[in-house]
């Protein structure tokens, strides 16, 4: 299909867009004026899209947590004193469940290493 404007668009026409933003630019002082004076006079919205692009939001952060735990015995162990934690007031709920699923993530690797390394063993005994 041709182009219907094959030699495009003429040097110097300004698209809708851009003639909207610099139109809104022009007035962005007023508008942030009129938006402070909603925010200050108890609009929540005009406060909040305000705030919203001065400040940085908030993130949730887990407390810093010890307990007894080893990396090396069995997934069903290494879950059992997450739970165990739990049951002792030394870890939240919420955090143990991004520990168990992190031991999840951590079983899920070692088995395919343990598959990758069974493979190997096999390919080694192939070409012998």
Same mark, same amino acid.
């Given at each position: 299909?041709?182009?219907? !404007? /094959?030699?495009?668009? /003429?040097?110097? &026409? ?7 933003? *610099?139109?809104?630019? %022009?007035?962005? @002082? ?5 938006? +402070?004076? !909603?925010?200050? !006079? ?13 400040? /940085?939001?908030?993130?949730? *952060?887990? %407390?810093?947590? $010890? ?6 015995? /069995? &997934?069903?162990? *290494?879950?059992? #004193? ?14 143990? +469940? #991004?520990?168990? %699923?992190?031991?999840? @993530?951590? #079983? *899920? ?6 598959? %990758?390394?069974?493979? #190997?063993?096999? $390919? $080694?005994? $192939? !070409?012998?």
């Amino acid at each position: 299909m041709k182009s219907p !404007n /094959p030699a495009g668009r /003429p040097k110097g &026409i300004v698209d809708r867009r851009t003639k909207m933003t *610099q139109t809104i630019l %022009e007035d962005v @002082t007023a508008i942030l004026r009129v938006m +402070k004076e !909603n925010a200050l !006079n108890g609009d929540t919205a005009a406060a909040a899209l305000l705030l919203s692009k001065v400040m /940085p939001s908030l993130r949730s *952060q887990a %407390e810093r947590v $010890e307990f007894d735990y080893d990396a090396s015995a /069995p &997934i069903s162990k *290494q879950v059992e #004193s997450v739970l165990d934690a739990v049951a002792k007031g030394l870890v939240a709920p919420d955090v143990a +469940k #991004s520990i168990v %699923e992190t031991i999840g @993530t951590l #079983s *899920q690797i070692r088995a395919t290493e343990e598959l %990758e390394a069974r493979i #190997s063993a096999l $390919e $080694e005994r $192939e !070409n012998t």
